[in-house]
């Protein structure tokens, strides 16, 4: 009887989970297209050519594999993030002329985790990514994002639900031609709440990352 009862709370406390991130993700996606229709508007009022110019210099599908330390085991997320970069070029003069290229960018993404147990991640990433190239088919990047996620694991150190993400991280390109390449790349990320919730230890997360991008220019 006892264990039909925990069975019962764990499933009840899953749906409620995925009804907290159900409803997450729905204001993720909104502001999503908030953001995009945002783009819209200044790429409509730009004053470049409308007919081959676009907002989004950069669009990108990323995945990779992550693995950190929480008391019930290793913690291994797999990402899977959409990358939207803008040059920032086009708004800061004294960038015009510069070798590298600066570009701001949103990672809208919905991660799967797969130990200590089957879980999930959704959120969004916002930040800065600065890249410099070496050969005409070679370039290095840094970059770093913040932005609001939720986790549904279940942990002794760290409050589930509502939580911030904050990453770093360097890599580099590989031009396949002159509009498309596969980056390769390490990241480090650090999971919490800002002490919105208790326990906040914390999750750090090593990852590995492979992407693919098509640039507009």
């Given amino acids: 009887m006892l264990d039909n009862c925990n069975s019962d709370l ?30 819209l508007c200044a790429e409509q009022t730009h004053k470049k050519n409308a007919a081959t110019d676009r ?35 086009r708004y800061f003069t004294a960038l015009k002329n510069h070798r590298g290229i600066l570009s701001a960018f949103i990672e809208p993404q919905f ?15 916002i930040g800065i990514k600065y890249m410099y190239p070496f050969t005409d088919r070679l370039s290095i990047y840094i970059m770093g994002s913040v932005g609001p996620h939720y986790i549904s694991i279940v942990t002794k150190d ?3 639900g509502f939580i911030f993400s904050d990453v770093i991280g360097t890599g580099l390109y590989y031009y396949l031609s002159k509009d498309s390449a596969i980056n390769v790349g390490y990241r480090v990320r650090h999971l919490s709440n800002t002490g ?3 326990p ?3 999750i750090d997360t090593h990852f590995g990352v492979i992407g693919y991008s098509v640039f507009f220019n």
């Fill in 10 to 39: 764990k499933i009840n406390n899953k749906m409620e989970a995925f009804r907290r991130a159900a409803f997450f993700v729905t204001v993720v996606f909104f502001l999503v297209i908030l953001f995009c229709q945002t783009a």
């Fill in 111 to 125: 991660n799967t985790i797969v130990n200590p147990e089957t879980d999930f991640e959704c959120g969004i990433g």
């Fill in 55 to 89: 907002f989004f210099t950069e669009a990108a599908f990323i995945t990779g594999f992550g693995s950190g330390d929480v008391p019930e085991g290793h913690y291994k997320p797999v990402l899977l993030i959409d990358h939207f970069g803008v040059d920032l070029k």
């Fill in 200 to 202: 906040n230890g914390g």
């Fill in 158 to 160: 760290q409050a589930n």
């Fill in 196 to 198: 919105l919730a208790e």
